[in-house]
């Protein structure tokens, strides 16, 4: 993990999200999907900690060597702050943060099903699933086209991809949970991966479990610090002996979990993610920090 | 005389600078490795322990507000047992010197918590964080009332082998005459202090922004009222050294709670931001004395010209 100072390079517009690309060598060079970076937010604003940012590439060959690719949603100051970086800017960040994506030898063929931009870590991880051989499958789905990421490359990386919008403006009409069993079935799938809202994520556990297919998913907890001291980003877990749970932080202990182990009840009970009452298609999640 | 940032705090503790990482905000050992040398900082205080292990507050902990946070981790931690087995060896590795805090619900648990902590030789001094609730006289926050106070302190301050901060809320009404009591109870300092309870509200889904209600305040935000408290306490004790947390974030505003009468200041949300902030509040403090022509930092304490016939403090 280190801190640097990192040049923006280049910024542009993907829909309603922003992508950048920033320059931090000593990032890149260790980064592995899942893990995320934390960068410092701007002096004399009244927003002060630092936004987690999950890492969408890490560059570490050939001209774009040393670069890591960013996928930021303005929804919030701080985000929108971000989504207004100049080329040739500097961002403070911290990373690479978290433990990232495993994938077990044995199994091939990987279904990655990714809500809105959560795909940005999901096509991190689909270049290094196809590095090492494996099949790979996508659900990749949002409310409106405007909010699926790169739909393109989620076609690339693939070799079906099942694209979802609640209003039907790409691809089919419905959520990712929608085209779950099929896409299941179709790919074959022995593992699943996910990213996205938690409670989409607690819905393809729910899948999963039941069909018992092995999955990990990148979960989103709100964020003091990112770098593990200030304990606010629990999750809680159970433990592999069955003798309780702790409460583990999302950012050094995650973000990527095993599904089977979140206690999605306890940890979503009573959070503040939903609206009291949804408006048609997907339940409206505000991700955190904005 | 050469210049100096190191502070002595009396009864053998001194701290190589007066800015010091506040409670809670400084890992377990492992996490600022890389990302602050805990040499150059003035001291570490440990996330609060309590007797047993605690999973703390439901998710989510922590909400944004204007220059600050609302949080609370509802003291999560792995007990006093696992601490002193662990997180404490390691704390003292790093660099820094450690203080611990501990937080009791009734006058016994802080006893035996000081009883595991007295022979324990990598400690600097013990922070009593008294804003837990009182579980044997059943008030929300054991360290608002002054009977409580003088009772804990006093037991913890007759057992410790090392010097005893009692941490005061600084939203007490009494905050003056708590300060008076927990120094004739016999903590050598005051932490100034507890931070104030406070209240994030998610208007989208009409809940509250933390799984447990209510939080802490912190942050920026909370400078001026830190400052007024660490200026009452002062006055009221100025033999007892203090270290002042809440919204300090530069060294300017370290340097005026050492005005305002404090001997060293903690660091907290300013670390989730920037790891270095200890070092380089430090760094500033240093360019603040060599401007002024002033020695050491104990040389600004208390140094606020306040005119001539303010408010006399009226001795009970």
């Known amino acids: 993990m280190k801190r640097v100072r990192g040049e923006v390079l280049s910024t542009r517009k993907l829909g309603a999200y922003h992508q950048l690309t920033v320059v931090a060598p000593e990032i890149a060079e260790k ?6 970076v934390a960068a410092q ?5 009244e927003f002060l900690l630092r936004r987690q940012l999950a890492i969408h590439e890490a560059s570490r060959r050939g001209g774009w060597a040393g670069t890591l690719e960013f996928v930021v949603d303005p929804a919030g100051p701080g985000s929108t702050w971000l989504a207004a970086a100049r080329a040739h800017s500097f961002l403070d960040l911290i990373g690479p943060l978290g433990k990232g994506f495993a994938h077990p030898r044995r199994l091939t063929n990987c279904l990655l099903v990714a809500e809105r931009h959560g795909a940005a870590t999901l096509y991190f ?12 499958d996508m659900v990749v789905g ?6 699926v990421l790169k739909p393109i490359e989620a076609k690339r990386l693939s070799q079906t991809v099942s694209i979802m919008t609640a209003d039907g403006s790409l691809g089919d009409r419905g959520t990712v949970l929608d085209a779950l069993p099929e896409a299941a079935d179709r790919s074959k799938a022995q593992v699943v991966y996910a990213a996205g809202p938690a409670s989409t994520l607690e819905r393809v556990a729910a899948f999963c479990r039941e069909r018992a297919l092995p999955a990990q998913v990148a979960l989103e907890e709100r964020m003091g610090c990112g770098f593990g001291i200030c304990h606010t980003c629990v999750v809680p877990v159970a433990r592999k002996d069955g003798s309780g749970y702790d409460n583990l932080r999302a950012c050094v202990d995650g973000p990527v979990f095993n599904p089977a182990r979140v206690l999605w009840d306890r940890w979503l009970g009573e959070r503040p993610t ?3 009452t949804p408006p048609e298609g997907l339940p409206v999640v505000r991700s955190w920090p904005g | 005389m050469k210049r100096t940032l190191a502070v002595d705090l009396g009864a053998g503790l001194v701290l190589p600078t007066p800015v010091l990482i506040a409670s809670g905000c400084g890992g377990t050992g492992r996490e600022l490795t890389g990302l602050v040398d805990l040499k150059k900082v003035g001291g570490l205080v440990s996330r609060s322990i309590t007797l047993e292990a605690r999973k703390g507050a439901p998710p989510p902990r922590i909400a944004e507000t204007p220059s600050g946070t609302v949080w609370t981790t509802g003291l999560q931690n792995p007990g006093i047992a696992a601490f002193v087995d662990g997180e404490l060896p390691r704390l003292a590795r790093a660099g820094a010197p450690v203080i611990v805090s501990v937080a009791g619900g009734s006058l016994e648990e802080y006893v035996r918590l000081i009883g595991a902590l007295q022979t324990r030789p990598e400690i600097a001094a013990i922070e009593l964080h008294l804003s837990a609730p009182d579980e044997e006289l059943h008030r929300d926050v054991l360290g608002e009332h002054v009977d409580r106070t003088g009772e804990v302190v006093g037991a913890v301050a007759r057992m410790s082998l090392v010097p005893v901060f009692a941490k005061l809320p600084i939203a007490a009404s009494e905050l003056p005459e708590l300060a008076r009591t927990a120094v004739r109870a016999g903590a050598h300092g005051l932490t100034i202090g507890g931070p104030p309870a406070a209240l994030g509200v998610q208007t989208s889904t009409l809940r509250p922004a933390l799984g447990a209600v209510t939080g802490w305040m912190s942050g920026p935000a909370l400078r001026p009222l830190t400052l007024r408290a660490v200026f009452e306490v002062a006055r009221v004790v100025p033999e007892a050294p203090i270290l002042a947390v809440g919204g300090i974030r530069t060294a300017e505003d370290a340097v005026e709670m050492l005005l305002a009468g ?6 907290g949300t300013a670390v989730l931001v920037d790891p270095t902030a200890p070092v380089e509040i430090a760094r500033g403090i240093a360019g603040y004395l060599k ?7 104990l040389d600004l304490r208390a140094r606020l010209r306040v005119p001539a016939g303010f408010r006399e403090v009226e001795e009970p």
């Open chain 1, 31 to 36: 980064a592995r999907p899942g893990q995320f």
């Open chain 1, 41 to 45: 937010m701007p002096e004399g604003r």
């Open chain 1, 125 to 136: 991880l689909a270049q290094e699933l196809l590095a090492a051989g494996k099949r790979v």
């Open chain 1, 142 to 147: 949002a409310e409106t086209l405007d909010r």
């Open chain 1, 274 to 276: 939903m609206l009291p």
């Open chain 2, 262 to 267: 404090a001997s060293a200041v903690q660091v």
């Open chain 2, 291 to 297: 401007e002024k022509g002033l020695m050491a930092p």
